[in-house]
């Protein structure tokens, strides 16, 4: 060092400051929920600025688990979650093999299908007569096939796929192994990082699930966490309206909405810190060539 | 290994000429392969290109009961119905300036986010706030919207915080914040998620470069300009033209449950009109129309701004 920077270094305060300012901030809105979820209702009902639990209870998370139809759908959400996800990723990963390898021929023209799909479609309501059509409506399945692969996946799959090393595959091949058993038994194997991040993606996606609920699930006992949970919102914002009267009846129901968050949240919160290491690896190669 | 099959192909081939039994003997090898297609294929078949081929009903006076083939063709009724249709203009005024301000403020925020993260020492700190700049894409608009009426209703923290800062507080659900509201949720669900695709641009940077600007007297804001950005600039060249390609595609999620009567005329958006007047209201062909008229902008729009970049530099998609 030739001379103290003096500029560099206030830029690097500064810079620290600032983000971790800007991350705080995606954490607090997080942090108001949870403190006013586990909070007594009255004290929440007033308002104010709060940063800590005021009075501790549990009686909003009570009052969501024995809501009428709450086990059911949070039952559906784990149903179209697991199930949908392992569709996915098993349609996903089948598709990705053949058109990641451009001498399976036609591969190319597949793979621009897909991309295309990307570009182009044919808009909601052609998409909802299909599915009606294919007699999916109001079951499940409407919340798990027809959004099963995402062409971006693909993308991001078929990048990740042909950077691995072509030796792996073709010794097995002198093996006698066939191109099922070099997927499964090699490239997965060694495409662990991809795999987790796609899984990821995949499964959050499923569990957030509230368009295609809206659009295709009418009966109640199909329906899933986030529909129950947007219902909730208006009931309760209904409610705010005529609060002058009935106050105290209503007065658990502004910390029920904030425990809903939570029970929405905390499985992505538990889950996500876990993966995000792999994603930075899985999505950085493929992100770059696609 | 690859010459030795090339080879016996080759050997192959001449044997038996003919090009069809070359392609034959080529897909019974690969049988697999396409065996392996074959279910995603069908899927995309089945959810992505017979919708396409749906959208003919746009031309018709699609019924349920007659379906498809019996329904009457009506040609452009239904284009011209929606362009004379006042509604058209609403939606395509609010879907327009919400997208707007989610060019100018949403698209650059990941990148100058990316920059700053970039320039961070302490790995172990970027780590962290990495982790917790990509939290809120995994919450679904449900949560978020529930977070921002927490906040921002009448007894809500940010109203608080007005008041206590000794401002006059307006009611910050209302119409005249909507789309602001709607922008600084964007941003927050997704800018920081929007910089991975730009940290690993900023990651295969070679650090010879930076070594060799550093002999050369350049200080850290040189570096920056001179070879940090035009190193991203085909990332960004490329992101911003699939966006524009989305200026009319809002998420559903989104402004369907910000919004409700009081906000209307604000918070109509494509993607929300198409469903209440298709499927709520059953006007499918009308919502088809409708529809089409969105994706074709939408990819006109894609292959305009493509053709415009690869002109003027050396950035393109495709």
Known sequence: MRKPFTASRIFDGLNVIILGTIAALMLFPLWIVLVKSVSVAHVVTEGGLMFWPEGFTLSAYETIFQRRNFLNVFANTIVITVLGTAISMILTTCLSYPLSKKRVAGSTVMLFLV?????FNGGLVPNYLVVREVGLLDTLWALMLPQAIQAFNVIIMVSFFRTIPQELEESAKIDGANDLIILFRIVV????????TLTLFYAVNQWNTYFQAV?????????????????????????????????????????????MVIVATLPILLIYPFLQKYFAKGVMIGSIKG | MKEAARLHTASFAQRRSGIWRRAGRRLIMDRYMYLLALPGLIYYFIFHYLPMLGITIAFQDYNAFLGFSGSDWVGFKHFE??????DFWLVFRNTMMISLLNIVFFFPTPIALALMLNELRISLYKRVLQTLLYLPHFLSWVVICILTITLMSSTGFVTHMIQWLGFDVQPLLD?????????IQSIWKDAGWGTIIFLAALAGINPDLYEAATMDGANRWQQMRFITVPSIMSTIVILLILRLGQILNLSFDQLYIMGNAIVRDVAEVFDTYVYKVGVVQGNFSFATAVGIFK????????????????????????
């Open chain 1, 115 to 119: 991309f295309f799909t990307m570009l």
């Open chain 1, 189 to 196: 194997m060694t495409s662990l990082p991809v795999i987790a």
């Open chain 1, 215 to 259: 659009l295709y699930i009418n009966s109640e006992q199909n329906q899933v966490l986030q529909v129950l949970l947007r219902q909730l919102i208006l009931q309760l914002n209904n409610q705010e309206v005529i609060q002058d009267d009935v106050a105290n009846l209503h007065q658990v129901a502004v910390t029920v909405k904030q425990a």
């Open chain 2, 81 to 86: 119905r929606l362009f004379s249709h006042p």
């Open chain 2, 175 to 183: 119409k005249s914040l909507f789309w602001g509201i709607i922008t």
């Open chain 2, 295 to 318: 994706s074709v902008i939408g990819l006109l729009l894609v292959l305009g701004t493509n053709y415009l970049s690869r002109k003027t530099s050396e950035h393109s998609l495709f």
